[in-house]
């Protein structure tokens, strides 16, 4: 999976002062959890920008005061007014521990139904996994080709290799509906074959 740098500064003061200056000076208060500590550091707002405003799935190397932590973005609050970013929290990984993270789904192919008339629906565009962070996958490819008008592509139908979806096995990714120009050609051709 790939990975982001985030310079940090750990904070003196934690509270609503400190980070409403923090806030002030474009800066975003931010904490990680580790397995042991609580580290409260802060980050310039612009260091977001690959990682929140983007489809892809990163880990993030959080350089704070000469320490390296490896740790994944598990929450971003936003202004409700400005969708500024005025919080962040950090989740520390450990090389033997399973983390869920959601990754980005990929559609490939042309399905067979969308040939025919239908239309693709997409319904989810990440899917939440569980893995070691070694074994996080960068995206999930869904290939669409086999689908006809009706068809649906669910989540039994992925490869898990080495990482666990945390979906349903029946959940719907995508499928491929009933347009009006497919029910216009059916209703022509029982007209056709009646005549």
Do not use: W
């Not at 609580?38 to 880990?59: D, G, M």
């Not at 995206?139 to 989540?155: A, C, P, R």
């Not at 959940?171 to 009933?178: G, N, P, Y």
């Amino acid at each position: 999976m790939k990975s982001i740098t985030i310079q940090g500064e750990k904070r003196e003061s934690v509270g609503k002062n400190s980070s409403k200056a923090l806030r002030n000076a474009e800066k975003v208060p931010c904490v990680v959890y580790g397995e042991k500590e609580v580290l409260h550091f802060s980050t310039e707002e612009k260091s977001f920008k690959n990682l929140v405003y983007t489809p892809e799935a990163h880990t993030v190397t959080l350089e704070v005061e000469g320490k390296k932590i490896e740790a994944i973005l598990q929450d971003v609050q936003f202004h409700p007014v400005t969708d500024r970013i005025i919080h962040a929290d950090f989740y520390e990984l450990n090389p033997e521990k399973p983390v869920s993270i959601e990754v980005p789904v990929v559609i490939t192919g042309r399905a067979k139904g969308v040939v025919r008339g239908g239309v693709l629906r997409i319904n989810l565009r990440k899917l939440k996994v569980r893995a070691i962070p070694a074994n996080l996958p960068d995206e999930i490819v869904v290939d669409v080709t086999s689908l006809d008008v009706g068809g649906k592509f669910e989540v039994s139908k992925l490869e898990k290799n080495k990482f666990q979806i945390l979906h349903p096995d029946n959940t719907v990714i995508a499928l491929v509906k009933t347009s009006r120009n497919v029910k216009a050609g059916a209703l022509d051709e029982e007209e056709n074959g009646e005549g």
